[in-house]
């Protein structure tokens, strides 16, 4: 009996390890759940790249379409966008005849530009304009070259001579030393000093110039007569007769000389002739002194 009972507790004790045993051998052939195998290999699965599809370069065009050539040169306005570039390419001329055809030093352009295109071939630089030269100005008046300095110089001559050498109804040419410019007199008259006229009206307007309004201001002047250079000074104010009347000058005007006196009227406070201070510093001038 006690043989048997080991007999069994060795059997159940195989059965066991046995069931043990083939439990162990199932767990372990097993497959994995989905879920895990997914996510053990995920890094592992090649990613399939769909192959881009190109248009033939042939096929796409960003321009209208090219336009039919010209059979002669024509002028072309420039649109935003035009290159010298595409210009040549459209109308079949290169770069360098549109630039030769327009006298171009860039290949800027600038909108509404006028382009010849020489699509002919023909290239023919265009002139360049000569610079606008302006007239020139012929002087109003005449200009006396001065031997001086760059001013007239007279004679230092006293009245009771020069009254002789530039008598009335006499022509002489009148210099103003300060501006050169000459005009012609003629004597009308007077016994204290020289009553003169302009000549003509183009002499009036060269007296008129130099002293932009009249008036009793003294001026240095030279008067030439003769071939002689007298030293002497005009005012000039429009006074009293005249004996020309086609000068557009209304009256005459008075040339003093070394020792000329004024008329004696209402001008001096004693009435009387007398040797203008004024006029007598201009004499001197003209002489240079």
Same mark, same amino acid.
């Given at each position: ?22 439990? +162990?051998?199932? *767990? ?17 699965? /090649? ?56 006298? %171009? ?9 006028? +382009? ?12 360049? @304009?000569?610079? *606008? ?6 002087? !109003?008046?005449?200009?006396?070259? /001065? ?8 004679? %230092? ?24 410019? !000459? ?10 000093? *020289? ?35 007298? =030293?002497? @000074? ?25 020792? @000329?006196?004024?008329?004696? @009227? ?14 007598? =510093?201009?004499?001197?001038? =003209?002489?240079?002194?």
């Amino acid at each position: 009996m006690e043989v048997n009972n080991v007999t069994f507790f060795r059997r159940v004790l195989s059965a066991s390890i046995l069931t043990g045993f083939v439990m +162990l051998s199932v *767990a372990v052939t097993q497959p994995e759940p989905m879920d895990k195998l997914q996510k053990d290999t995920a890094t592992n699965v /090649a990613v399939t790249v769909q192959p881009r599809i190109y248009t033939p370069r042939e096929q796409v065009s960003s321009r209208a379409e090219k336009p039919a050539k010209p059979t002669t040169d024509f002028t072309y306005t420039v649109k935003q966008g035009d290159t010298l570039y595409d210009l040549a390419l459209t109308y079949e001329v290169t770069v360098e005849q549109i630039m030769k055809a327009n006298g %171009l030093t860039s290949d800027k352009l600038s909108l509404d530009q006028k +382009l010849l295109i020489p699509v002919s071939g023909t290239v023919v630089a265009p002139k360049a @304009s000569k610079p *606008a030269v302006a007239p020139k100005k012929t002087p !109003s008046v005449p200009v006396f070259r /001065a031997r001086y300095s760059g001013r007239a110089v007279g004679e %230092l001559i006293h009245w009771n001579q020069a009254q002789r050498i530039f008598a009335e109804g006499d022509v002489a040419t009148v210099i103003d030393v300060n501006t050169g410019y !000459s005009f012609k007199i003629k004597r009308k008259g007077g016994h204290n000093h *020289a009553d003169s006229e302009p000549l003509t009206a183009s002499d009036t307007a060269v007296m008129k110039q130099l002293y932009g309004s009249w008036s009793w201001d003294r001026r240095a002047v030279v008067i030439v007569i003769d071939g002689k250079k007298i =030293a002497a @000074s005009m005012a000039g104010m429009p006074h009293g007769s005249q004996t020309i009347t086609s000068n557009k000058f209304p009256g005459h005007f008075d040339v003093h000389f070394l020792g @000329s006196m004024t008329h004696g @009227s209402e001008y001096t406070k004693s009435r009387k002739p007398l040797v203008d201070p004024d006029h007598q =510093a201009m004499v001197r001038k =003209a002489a240079g002194q």
